[in-house]
Every structure is written in structure tokens, then in C-alpha cells.
């Protein structure tokens, strides 16, 4: 069965928001893009206090100047299409207030017709969060972990009614509902995460940084589902952060994703290889503009798909 294939959506400083994200949303959606994705940073300091994703001298890409919010971003494709699954890879829970997040999320999902999916992590930006979170970096998983259940009573019946540390919740009429169960996918980068995942998520969202470590953390994934006694399966979207290039990169020390459409096709059919049923491909960081993005998307997806992915 051939691989799901996502696309991320244009957020990034070179675009206009306004007009590119609902013109590469449609053109996604015609070329069979079966669904599109947005992903969140708040701030691009100067001097950072930390290293890209923590690791100490590690730059701050450029991209990262000005990214879109993501539920905006989301918001427009949804009204500009009508089948792609719509999901955030990932939103950065502790940056919001629970309750208000649970409600938007909600509302997306009855404004897209269902088709919404949740994608939540904790970040690793110190200075974001400095910024905008609701609690300290040390409690980001505490903060999590009650989004997750503010929003199970949020989407539930009502009367909601909830009880937590950051979040109180009198016995109210809470709506709109969303359509149907939004699905939720969490990250595996720790022991408890893996458990958190496992116990209370429906799917995984790992960063596809080469089929073989992808492989193996899936294995860890589906092993502490059995020990933990889960029933259903866990679904897997795997995020593959694209640096396109006109022409192919050289070297065997090419990073995975890093090249021409022949070598993204490659790196694909090397993921897809593994089992994993869907690949979110974000292209939106070099690309001069949309028509361009537009135009890689649409040639990454039918040689994908010539390739058998």
C-alpha cells in the first residue's frame, strides 16, 4: 500500500501569507497531497540562550526569522480545501493556555469538516519559552499532560468540568465540539514521553533523520505499546524537514532529505521502506516563493509516486 504523503505549508518569511498559503494548499490538493501540515517557533533571538534544539553552538537556521502562526496557517488551507487531513507537527503545548487551545483546536476541526489532526510536543527553546509559556521549562511535560486532559474534557460532553494546576473549569456548556475524535500525536524522544505517547496518544511524529534510526525507534514504540498492554496499533507520521536544492548534493555524507527531487525521491523510498504509512515532506524553506514551492511539490510527489512510494 503506498505511503500517505503530506506537505507542509508555506509559513516562512519569503511568502505572503495571506495569498500563498491557500494557492499551495489547492495546488497540494489537486496534485493528491493527502494531507498538510504547519509547525511552530514564536521568536528567533539574538543572541539564542541555547543552541539550536538545545544542542550547545548549534546555529539557528535562518528560516526561523519569521514563522506564521500556525493555527492561522491552518485556518487558511482550511477554507481553501476540502479533503487534505489538516495537522500541526508540532504545536508547542506549554506556549498556550490549555482551555484556549483545546477550544481553538476544536473549532478548526468543525470548520474543516473533521479533519483536523493535533500533533503536541514540549519544544526546547529556553527563550521561547521565556516569551510565552504558562509554566517553566522544568514543568513543560507537567503542562502537557494537563493540556491532554483539558482537552479530553473540553471535546467531551457536557457539562465540562475541570480540576488542575494551571486550569479550572466550572461545570459549563463548552463548544463547538469537534466532528469526530481529533486524533492526538505525541513524541517518543524520552522513556516517559514513549509511556506518555503509548498510554494516551493516538499517534507518533518522529523527525525522519534517516530510515535506519526511524526503523529503530519505531521498534521501541511498538515495544513499549505491548509491554503497556495497548490494543490498537499506533499510528506514525514521520516529518521529513526538506533543504531542496536545484541540483543534487555530492557526497556520501549527504544529510537525509538534503538534495535535488531525485535524492528527496530516494531518501522517501528509503523511509517508506520501513513500514511507516505517512511522510509529511516540509519544502517551504528554500523555495524563493510559492509558484516555486508550488512547482517542487507537485515534481517530488509524482516521482515519488512513478517510484512507488
Known amino acids: 500500500m ?13 511568502y505572503d501569507i495571506g495569498r500563498d498559503v491557500a494557492v499551495v494548499a489547492r ?3 489537486a496534485v493528491g497531497y ?8 514564536v521568536l528567533f533571538p539574538e ?8 544542542v550547545p553552538g548549534l546555529a539557528w537556521p535562518e528560516h526561523y526569522r519569521s514563522v506564521a502562526d500556525p493555527l492561522v496557517t491552518l485556518t487558511l488551507a482550511a477554507a481553501a480545501t476540502e479533503r487534505p487531513r489538516l495537522g500541526t507537527s508540532v504545536l508547542v503545548a506549554p506556549l498556550h493556555v490549555p482551555f484556549q487551545l483545546a477550544r481553538s483546536l476544536a473549532s478548526l476541526d468543525v470548520a474543516s469538516g473533521g479533519r483536523l489532526i493535533a500533533g503536541l510536543g514540549t519544544g526546547w527553546s529556553l527563550d521561547e519559552y521565556a516569551a510565552a509559556s504558562v509554566a517553566p521549562f522544568a514543568e ?18 457536557d457539562p465540562v468540568s475541570y480540576k488542575g494546576r494551571l486550569t479550572t473549569i466550572a461545570p459549563s456548556e463548552v463548544g463547538p465540539k469537534p466532528v469526530r475524535p481529533i486524533p492526538v500525536y505525541l513524541p517518543a524522544n524520552s522513556p516517559r514521553a514513549t509511556r506518555r505517547l503509548v498510554d494516551r496518544a493516538d499517534g507518533w511524529m518522529p523527525v525522519a533523520m534517516g530510515a535506519q534510526e526511524l526503523s529503530r525507534q519505531w521498534q521501541l ?7 503497556r498492554g495497548r490494543e490498537h496499533p499506533v499510528a506514525v507520521c514521520a516529518r521529513a524537514n526538506v533543504r ?20 528527496i525521491v530516494e531518501d522517501l523510498l528509503a523511509h517508506a521502506a520501513t513500514g511507516i504509512p505517512e511522510i509529511v515532506v516540509d519544502l517551504q524553506s528554500t523555495p524563493r516563493d510559492a509558484s516555486e514551492l508550488v512547482d517542487v511539490a507537485t515534481e517530488v510527489y509524482e516521482t515519488a509516486r ?3 512510494v
Open 2 to 14: 503506498p505511503v500517505a504523503l503530506g506537505l507542509g505549508l508555506p509559513q516562512m518569511k519569503q
Open 221 to 227: 514504540v511498538r515495544d513499549a505499546a505491548a509491554e
Open 34 to 41: 493527502e494531507s498538510l501540515w504547519v509547525f511552530e517557533r
Open 140 to 157: 513543560r511535560g507537567a503542562v502537557l499532560d494537563e493540556l491532554l486532559d483539558v482537552c479530553a474534557a473540553v471535546w467531551g460532553p
Open 306 to 308: 512513478a517510484a512507488g
Open 244 to 263: 531542496y536544492s536545484a541540483t543534487p548534493v555530492p557526497g556520501s555524507d549527504r544529510k537525509p532529505f538534503h538534495g535535488d527531487v531525485a535524492q
Open 47 to 54: 543572541p539564542a540562550t541555547q543552541g539550536l534544539y538545545g
Open 27 to 29: 495546488a497540494a490538493e
